[in-house]
């Protein structure tokens, strides 16, 4: 009986270890593929066709950090427009508009349409070719000093503005319809208008010349599909 009871036992225990065993085998293969995949995925370079996820700081001229979605960015020097999720682009993608909306963050609005250019994004993604996940990369936008355009002090009004109060080096909201100009409240909006800051860059004769136009975009790339 004792013997029998013994044997029971016994088997019982070899059928506890060939658990054990299978377990161990089935996680080692787990983090043995993963392991493999996350070491194969540095040597990924994004390229023409490449999905890629780019945290991204823009900044004006000045160096000064206009929106980002890079968390240490966004504590350490804070923002002027707001703060977004980290891009989401196809390299070598085509867009359809001028105008290509994001959702951003802004203080005290919330959730808001907030307006980047394609040369932009375009700039991004073709400067995107050649890096790897976890490079990262200051990417220049040498067009943007050109974008600036005049400003009456009673267009400034209409804005919700006021120029005995506006100064050089202050930021203002502008709204950007589909189409590349820029929507005053005395004209008729589209259906969508989306944000973007500018910053005042000069004044004279009752008159604002204001910068909506970046300078650069700091980017790293997170995820390389």
């Known amino acids: 009986m004792a013997k029998q009871k013994s044997a029971k036992n016994n088997d019982e225990w070899t059928k506890t270890l060939t658990k054990v065993f299978v377990v161990f085998i089935l996680i080692s293969c787990v983090l043995g593929f993963t392991l493999t995949m996350g070491f194969f995925s540095i040597f990924k370079t994004a390229a023409d066709g490449s999905g890629i996820v780019v945290s991204y700081t823009i900044r ?17 020097e804070g923002v002027v427009a707001g703060v977004s999720k980290p891009l989401q682009m196809v390299i070598g993608q085509n867009y359809s508009d001028f105008i290509v909306p994001i959702d951003v963050y802004m203080y005290p609005a919330g959730v808001t349409s907030y307006a980047l250019f394609e040369p932009e994004l375009t700039t991004i993604a073709d400067e995107s070719k050649g890096m790897h996940e976890g490079d990262t990369k200051t990417v220049l936008f040498p067009f943007g000093e050109t974008m600036t355009r005049e400003m009456t002090a009673e267009q400034y009004g209409l804005i919700g503005g006021n120029y005995s109060e506006a100064v050089t080096g202050m930021w203002i909201p502008l709204g950007f319809a589909p189409k590349p ?5 005395n004209e008729t909006a589209p259906e969508t208008v989306s944000t973007r800051m500018a910053k005042i860059v000069g004044m004279n004769n009752d008159t604002l010349t204001v910068q909506y136009g970046y300078a650069s975009a700091d980017i790293a790339i997170t995820q390389l599909v």
């Open 181 to 185: 100009e820029v929507v005053l409240e």
């Open 60 to 76: 004006d001229d000045s160096g000064v950090a206009v929106l980002s979605s890079d968390q240490t960015v966004i504590e350490n």
